[in-house]
Every structure is written in C-alpha cells, then in structure tokens.
C-alpha cells in the first residue's frame, strides 16, 4: 500500500485521501516577517544552488501510508546517523524550474518530473507520491514564495523535489520511512560562463551506468558515481564529461547532467533511450521543437568515431547539451584520448542558438505554444 489518490483545495489546506479514506492536511507554519532572507539583487551572479528560500515543503512515510505533510521554513534535517540513505543511497530528486513572466509564476511540464519521480522512486524500491498531490503542494509552496522567482531571462527559480530513506538500520534493504521534500533556490545559469560554448571531455575509462543498472532514474548515487571522471575533467579545464556506454566504450550516452545532441549536416541527432540514461524532459522538449521545425530530428545510436570524423570532414556542425539546469549548452571542444577538438567554428551554432531563444522563450510565457507545456502556479 504505497500509493495515495488525492483531492486537493486550492485554497487554504490541502486535503487528500488514502486507500483507507484517511484524509491529510498541509500544515503552513509560515517564518515571520522579520525573520524571512533578503532575497538576492543579482540571481545571475548566484553560483548554482547556493541560495535557498525561506520555506520548503517535507513530508514523512511511515507505517505505509505519507503524513505530517507541512510547508515549514527551509531547516537542517534530523536523521539518525544509520539512516539508509546515508549509507546505501537510496535517495532519489528531480529537478525542475518556475519562471516569472510579470505576475504570474510558470511551470513547464511539470507532470512529467512527477512521473519521472515515480518511475525513479519504483527502481529504488521506494514509495510512489500521488503525482496530482504533489503538484498541488509544489503550487501551494511556489505562491508563498513567489517573490523569489526571478525576472531576468536565463534566470528561475529551481526546484528540487527529493526523496531519502529515513530509517535507522544498518542492514542491506529498501528502507520503511522515508522523507519527501521540496526546497527552491533562485537560479541563473548552470555553466559559470552562461550561454556560451563549454569544454567537453570524453571520458573512455570510468561509465556512468551499464544496462541494467540505475542509469534511467534520477537517483543520487548515480550522480556520486559520476564525481571522480568529472574532477579528472576539471583538473585538464574541462567542464563537464561527456560518458560513452558501459560495454563498449564507442556509444555517446550523455553529458554530465545533461543530454547530449550532435548536428550532422541536416539532421540532429540524439542516443536513443536504452535504459541507461535519463530520459530528459528538455530532450522530448527539443526533439518535439526540431521536428516542428522541419528538422531531422533523431534518436539513434551515435559512436565516439562517428563523431571525431565529422568533426575533422565538416559534418558535425554543432554539438549541445540539454537539461533543466543546462538549458541549451552550446559544446565548443572535446577532449578524447589525450586530443582536443574543434567543434565547427568552436562558437554557438544557429540551431543551438534557436532552440535556447525558442525554449526560454516558452518556459518565461514569451513565445506561445501549443502543447499546453506551460503550467501557471495560480
Ligand atoms: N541526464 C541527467 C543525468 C540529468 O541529471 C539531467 C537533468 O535532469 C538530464 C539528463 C536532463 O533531464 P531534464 O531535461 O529532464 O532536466
Ligand atoms: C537538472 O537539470 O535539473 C539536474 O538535475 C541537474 C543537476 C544534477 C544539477
């Protein structure tokens, strides 16, 4: 009995009902007046996730069934030191973004993260969240704080829904508490440069995930597996690593937090989803945006070799990463095997440059679209 359906009020609390009628409330203890943060001046000059708001929301799983659900001010957590997601990283987040266009706040696809959520939260043997439940609360969490949300184009307020194991034991086995919470902080850009074309390294000696493992959930030990390639990166100036497949070493999978596109002549191509990376919420986004467009747009399996040719022939004009935090990251170089190359002229490409332009301006409510991707909080 892992899973709640919901009926939500807009308004005041937010009520929903377990499998066994049992009804919960939010609690909304607001911090006072005084106590609450100076929202920063300058959020583009904010390092990312750094900053966080006076308020987040938390809610506990114990005895099979979520409770105490309450939007509080933004505080340490308790845990036992023997919690099991200290220990054996059952723990999973999403990562998502509101945007202020004048008043109103925006969400962009907001029911995806959600689901995403629950399929990661089902391979880490952990209890779904009744996605509509959540959403609400998100909503209900973002009108108390929607003064944080900032206003400057390439800026948002990220949010960062996450789920750990709670429970004291220090044996191998999927937790029977766990907390859910969401915390908000003011955000510019991912890459300290912003727009502008990053260093890649191609890292042929440690993977990120191999089939069968966690590769397609957003979970946290995924992400710590992930830091030894990304410092040997750093430490040759190098921004983030680009993984090849776990079996071969030959297949691009993707770039650090991120999803990866090449342009080869007149088609854009992306690794197809083969359970070993994450299914990205702004790669469905671009390829839906690309094939409206007219482009090829493809998800097939690209190798390391195809692409160092096309680079060297002039086929390969422009590669870029995407991703809540990353946006549209235009890639000027890559490192491979000890060489570095050009990626067409090294500077932002035109289809990089539009899907950036076309993709902030849906999320900010500048450019209209007909998909209903976009999500007002009120
Ligand atoms: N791949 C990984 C490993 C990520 O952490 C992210 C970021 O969420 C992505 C891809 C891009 O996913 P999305 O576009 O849904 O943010
Ligand atoms: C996101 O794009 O939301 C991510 O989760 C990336 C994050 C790990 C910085």
New binding site residues.
């Given amino acids: 009995m892992r899973f709640f359906y919901g009926t939500y009020l807009l308004r005041g609390t937010v009520k929903y009902l377990g499998m066994l009628g049992i009804e919960m409330n939010i609690d909304i203890n607001l911090v006072s007046q005084d106590a609450k943060k100076t929202i920063p001046a300058d959020v583009l000059k904010i390092p990312f996730g750094t900053v966080f708001t006076d308020h987040m929301f938390s809610m506990r799983y114990a005895d099979d069934r979520w409770c105490d659900a309450e939007i509080h001010e933004y505080r340490p957590l308790s845990l036992s030191p023997a919690a099991l997601c200290l220990h054996y990283a059952q723990g999973i987040f999403e990562?998502m973004k509101a945007y202020r266009r004048g008043e109103t706040v925006l969400l962009f696809r907001p029911e995806k993260n959600f689901e995403r959520f629950n399929e990661s939260a089902k391979r880490m043997v952990m209890p779904e969240v009744d996605s509509g439940f959540a959403l609400e609360t998100l909503k209900k969490l973002l009108k108390i704080e929607r003064a944080w949300v900032p206003d400057v184009l390439g800026s948002s307020l990220y949010i960062r829904p996450t789920m750990i194991a709670t429970e004291s034991k220090l044996g191998v086995r999927p937790s029977s508490e766990y907390l859910y919470y969401i915390i908000l902080s003011p955000v510019g850009p991912y890459f300290e440069a912003g727009f502008s074309p990053v260093k890649i390294y191609v890292s042929d000696k440690y993977v990120r995930a191999a089939k069968g493992g966690t590769g397609s959930a957003?979970a946290s030990g995924?992400y710590a597996a992930s830091l030894l390639a990304g410092t040997d990166a750093t430490k040759v100036g190098y921004t983030q690593v680009l993984w090849l497949d776990a079996h071969e070493r030959k297949w691009l999978e993707?770039i650090g937090?991120?999803?990866v596109f090449v342009k080869f002549d007149d088609e854009v191509a992306t690794p197809s989803l083969t359970g070993t990376?994450?299914s990205?919420?702004?790669?469905d986004s671009v390829l839906t945006l690309l094939n409206e467009e007219g482009m090829k747009a493809t998800e097939r399996n690209i190798s390391i070799q195809e692409v160092l040719e096309g680079i060297k022939s002039g086929k390969v004009l422009e590669i870029f990463a995407?991703?809540?935090?990353a946006i549209i990251s235009p890639i000027g170089h890559l490192w491979y095997k000890g060489q570095e190359y050009c990626v067409g002229t090294g500077d932002i490409g035109n289809t990089t440059r539009w899907l950036y332009n076309t993709l902030t301006g849906i999320q900010s409510g500048q450019i209209e679209n007909s998909h209903g991707w976009v999500v007002s909080i009120d």
Avoid: P, V
């Avoid at 990205?280 to 790669?283: C, E, K, Y």
């Avoid at 995407?322 to 935090?325: F, K, P, Q, V």
């Fill in positions: 990562g957003k995924n993707e937090a991120a999803n990376i994450l990205g919420i702004t790669r995407s991703g809540t935090a």
